[in-house]
């Protein structure tokens, strides 16, 4: 039995190839180390473009273990492609490794400029901003819709296991029902609206290439072969779906589905910043009125909304990056 693509990526044998075909008359190419492209057979067979990336941060193994899956069903010619697929595995040697990042978080490295001293993550993250324009070019020429989901799991534990931040949508655009709706049937019970700009990969596809792009965690990041108390049994068979150019034609929000939208980022503007918070506490944890979040100097972050909560709680981030977010529930989004 031939290795998984993983595995190749892992012991270093994935670099740039020439395009080759699978039996069943899939394009396959090799893009680059830890990232394959995939095309149906017949090119009017393609329904949509979709980017599926995971390995943002290296030790969150469920989704680039979910990612392989499909990958090798893909190769062996059990899943029939009817999209254009770019899969990627994003900071490569982190996973390698098992750790985070090498040098930087690479989710906090695009939309930015290239700069001469850029690290090894950095120069990373230039290049698969590259690849998603390349990718996305004939879409954004013939109209077909575009995708990207880029699927993490969090540093900590979470009250909703499974959830999905969507990015603010470009200027003339409106966050999408559909696409929310969509999310449903893989096993997403909330999703949180931003309304700021933001430096992440999901960011970038929906800002740059016009992809309704979402940034999905997926549960706790585990060691490799440590996720089977994770059950990503729907979203594996939503992801399987899309490849196979089928996707659910929802007309409304499902109403279990839990809409949130930002109220304010805590950011670290120096080194006298301080979190208040235990850095543990779980995603969404109630945050009552009065709650003392961080302090810097002489400024305090307390909680004054009513209903809020907390996530993504991290002091271990350089000056300028986010500590946390405090989050309240979305009113008046369109179900």
Do not use: W
């Not at 040697?93 to 490295?109: F, K, S």
């Not at 209903?307 to 309240?328: E, K, M, T, W, Y």
Request: proline share 6%; glycine share 6%; charged share 20%.
């Amino acid at each position: 039995m031939n290795p998984s693509f993983l595995a190749q990526i892992l012991a270093g044998k994935t670099s740039i190839a020439l395009p080759y075909c699978l039996p069943n008359g899939t394009h396959v190419q090799v893009m680059d180390e830890g990232v394959i492209r995939f095309e149906p057979k017949d090119p009017s067979d393609r329904q949509l473009d979709v980017v599926l990336s995971c390995g943002i941060h290296g030790n969150e193994t469920a989704p680039v273990e979910l990612l392989d899956q499909l990958v090798s069903q893909i190769l062996s010619g059990e899943l029939r492609v009817r999209a254009r697929v770019l899969c990627i595995f994003g900071n490569v040697e982190a996973m390698r490794q098992g750790v985070r990042c090498i040098e930087q978080d690479m989710n906090r490295l695009f939309c930015r400029r290239p700069e001469v001293e850029d690290g090894m993550e950095a120069r990373r993250a230039a290049m698969l901003e590259m690849q998603l324009m390349r990718f996305f070019s004939r879409s954004i020429q013939d109209g077909k819709p575009r995708l990207h989901y880029d699927l993490h799991t969090a540093i900590h534990g979470s009250l909703i296991e499974k959830f999905a931040i969507y990015p603010l949508p470009p200027h003339g655009r409106n966050f999408e029902p559909l696409q929310v709706a969509r999310l449903a049937a893989a096993g997403v019970d909330a999703v949180l609206m931003q309304s700021t700009t933001s430096t992440t990969f999901s960011f970038f596809s929906s800002q740059y290439c016009g992809a309704a792009a979402f940034t999905i965690e997926l549960g706790r990041a585990m060691p490799f072969g440590q996720n089977a108390v994770l059950d990503l049994s729907k979203m594996h068979a939503y992801l399987e779906n899309m490849i196979s150019g089928a996707l659910p034609e929802c007309e409304v929000v499902p109403a279990h589905i839990r809409l949130f939208k930002v109220s304010r980022e805590i950011i670290k503007q120096s080194d006298a910043f301080t979190l208040r918070i235990d850095a543990h506490t779980d995603n969404f944890a109630p945050l009552p009125l009065g709650t003392l979040l961080a302090e810097e100097g002489d400024i305090q972050h307390v909680v004054d909304e009513a209903d809020a909560r907390l996530i993504f709680p991290n002091p271990d981030i350089s000056i300028g990056q986010r500590a946390a977010l405090v989050i309240v529930p979305a009113q008046g989004y369109a179900r």
